[in-house]
């Protein structure tokens, strides 16, 4: 418990966030740095970058919402430390994604229209499924679903992105190495914190796997959906030119939608059969969403 104290303390948050990869940043970038011109100026490549965009601020609210009702559920001030600080990250996440649709164009008063209008329904249910464990103060559940689940997805959606502008947008790839670092520690949280107390819990093992299957199947109707109409060369958002980046072994530059959809969804799903098993969990396997 010492080590856990120390490794998952404020201090330590403190030194690694605000005082380490994002000090002297602004929304998560350099303060001069901007949007490339070659996406604001095409109205298709705008609406692809907010269509992008939107899904990010609607797991990340999922995020805020399941991190802050866990912190009264959880059963050590240790525990409840950290998820205060992991609050605070996904706030942050919230408000620099928010802030990205700003820079694409979206007027503040049709914030919540384009949210509504873009949100991918079923990222939406992905996102009631665990809300309804916390909301329940499922503290068990609700840690898989979000430090394991929820955060397993987003870390491995954040790389291909990042992978992907890198070169060519600079800006939202600073950005996304930045929740990228946060949500590494949020996944360390999950495997070191839970594997403890679902062998203290062995009757929830049942109840827990049934609500990964039926988060993973939402995640992968929402990665079905995200990329059954390209009809283009695929790019990991379609807001950037993707340079030659690997990622897991596929060049995104030359890569179909299937083998995009592909590579992402294999990536996200042996991530979650290892750190399952590490804290006691067999991966169950959804059944295959049909795209819309």
């Known amino acids: 418990m010492a080590e856990f104290l120390a ?20 929304y998560g970038h350099e ?19 907010i269509r992008t965009t939107v899904s990010l601020v609607v797991g990340e ?10 912190i009264n559920a959880a059963p050590d001030y240790p525990s409840k430390r950290f998820l205060a600080t992991q609050t605070l990250d996904e706030a942050r996440h919230v408000e620099v994604f928010t802030q990205r649709l700003f ?32 909301e329940h103060g499922d ?7 979000q430090n394991i689940v929820l955060e397993g997805m987003a870390f491995t959606v954040f790389e ?23 949500e590494r520690r949020h996944v360390g949280f999950g495997e070191n914190r839970i594997g403890s107390l679902i062998a203290q819990h062995p009757e929830k093992k049942a109840e827990i796997e049934r609500m990964q299957q039926e988060m993973s199947y939402y995640m992968l109707a929402t990665f079905s959906d995200s990329f059954s109409n390209a009809d283009t060369k695929p790019r990991p958002q ?23 959809e592909a590579v992402l969804a294999n990536t996200v799903i042996g991530e979650f059969k290892t750190r399952l098993a590490r804290v006691g969990l067999e991966y169950q396997t959804p059944t295959v969403p049909v795209p819309a």
């Open 7 to 26: 490794q998952y303390s404020i201090q330590r948050w403190m030194e690694m966030c605000p005082q380490g990869y994002l000090e002297d940043t602004v």
């Open 31 to 49: 303060p001069d740095a901007t949007e490339p011109e070659f996406l604001l100026a095409d109205d298709d490549e705008r609406e692809a970058a």
């Open 61 to 70: 609210r999922c995020a805020l919402a399941a991190s802050s009702g866990l």
């Open 103 to 134: 820079d694409l164009g979206v007027k503040k008063d049709d914030l919540e229209s384009t949210i509504d209008r873009y949100a991918n329904p079923n990222l939406v249910k992905f996102a009631e499924v665990l809300l309804e464990k916390v």
């Open 139 to 145: 503290f068990v559940a609700g840690v898989v679903g």
């Open 160 to 182: 291909l992105l990042e992978a992907g502008n890198r070169e060519p947008n600079p800006k939202f790839s600073q950005t996304l190495r930045g929740t990228i670092a946060d």
């Open 238 to 260: 379609s807001d950037a030119p993707v340079a030659n980046a690997d990622f897991h072994g596929t060049n995104l530059a030359t890569a179909t939608p299937e083998e995009m």
